[in-house]
């Protein structure tokens, strides 16, 4: 098999060229999507007939929870291929990823506390949901907090790549514990989404602000991948002749 | 590199950490006393009655030997790294995943079952009924065995950065989460006097995971530490 593809990602100005093309082809299609969505999903979507119009917050609430773990599993396999095939370029996918991952669980954890106001009657509820979301808050930070520790760039990437991996691999054992660990202390909150009987013009907006907030993702992640390449590579010859 | 100098080595290894800290008592009580202080904290911080501390007892055992055990990763690499003995491990020519597992598990023969004997101390100091006291036992055995192995990948990972401390901290505790719940719910069960062979069994199993994969990771983050 032909791998010259695969070793092309390890070349840093292919990789920032190649991020600089395909950011627009994430970046439209975000913009509509999310802006379609919200028309559907504020507007056209009929209010809840036991929350009303609270259970519009899924919306933001939902895509941003879903991609806070997503991005996880993205960093740790980038972080994993930069280990394994000792390629820069991955690290700095990793590296480029960890900001967004955390304030996407920022605010799926904000927006289930304005949720959880009125519905629960009280901003924090210890909901295994929400409790492994905080624990994956200081993951990211842990994360975030090792690579700003470290000096040295290439050790800083390979220490905090053998750390994604620990996480990755102790994420659903920590999503599983905390499960169990409340279903004993309280009854399991009844959540909407868990219903598999949402009607199609409350879901339709639904999947499409997951498709929009997973290419908004992508978006921003290449343009911080480019960022983060020009960051590591400011005294390359190749960026002067890009750049002017 | 044959097999019987490899658990030559790592009995070496074992033997000269046990050596140093009988000649060094303070670095293996310092914990312990921790331990103590910080449990001793909550009945004059919440309540003397028994009743009401037996209730918060399993919370407030894991939450301490979590705390200790953390304490003692300080001194689990950084001064080896610093006098060179990591290195020697590293171009020994042994496996280095079975010599820092061989560290690890002197670092548990001196934290983690030291806290484990204390525990009925401490537990009866927070009206913990004697019959609990066995399965709370086993409990802390196969979970502290757990918080020396993630506590070894924090302290290979740390080493390459300027200082440890809370960032070592930050790395271990959300990874210790599985180990302080079904610890605290295995204390819980004994307390109340039923069976605890359910979180006994995830603790052991989390232990069996730790001990497969834990070595690898702290070897891997142990050989970027010290480049």
Known sequence: MDWTWFHKFGSPPHVYRLAGVLTPWFAWPAALLILGALYGGLVLAPPDYQQGDGFRIIYVHAPSAWLAVMIYAVMATAAGVGLIWRMKVAHAVAASCAGVGAWFTVVSLLTGMLWGKPMWGTYWVWDPRLTAQLILLFLYLGFMGLRASIDDLSRADRASAVLALVGVVNLPIIRYSVEWWNSIHQAPSVMKMDRPSMPFDMLAPLLAMLLGFTLYFGAVLLIRLRAEILRRERNASWIREELT | ?227
Request: net charge neutral.
């Open chain 2, 1 to 227: 590199m044959s097999a019987p100098g490899m658990v030559r080595a790592a009995a070496w290894v074992v033997q000269r950490d046990l050596r140093l800290a009988t000649r060094r008592p303070a670095q293996v009580l310092q914990p312990l006393a921790f331990f103590a202080v910080v449990t001793l904290l909550f009945p004059l911080g919440y309540t003397p009655e028994l009743a009401k501390l037996r209730a918060i007892a399993p919370g407030v055992l894991w939450v301490a030997a979590l705390l200790a055990s953390m304490l003692a990763l300080e001194s689990l690499f950084r001064e080896d790294a610093e006098d060179g003995t990591l290195e020697q491990f590293v171009v020994s020519g042994q496996p280095l995943t079975i010599l820092l597992l061989a560290k690890t598990a002197t670092h548990w023969l001196l934290t983690g079952l030291p806290l484990t004997l204390m525990a009925p101390l401490v537990g009866g100091a927070l009206g913990v009924p004697f019959a609990a006291l066995g399965g709370i036992l086993s409990a802390l055995v196969l979970g502290t065995i757990s918080l020396s192995l993630i506590g070894a990948v924090g302290a290979g990972l740390t080493l390459a950065s300027r200082r440890g401390g809370v960032l070592l901290s930050l790395l271990t505790l959300p990874l210790a989460v599985p180990v302080l719940i079904f610890g605290a719910r295995a204390t819980e069960l004994a307390i109340a006097g039923d069976s605890l062979t359910g979180p006994l069994y995830l603790l052991g199993a989390v232990a069996v995971l730790g001990i497969t994969l834990a070595p690898l990771a702290a070897a891997a983050a142990v050989r970027i530490g010290l480049e």
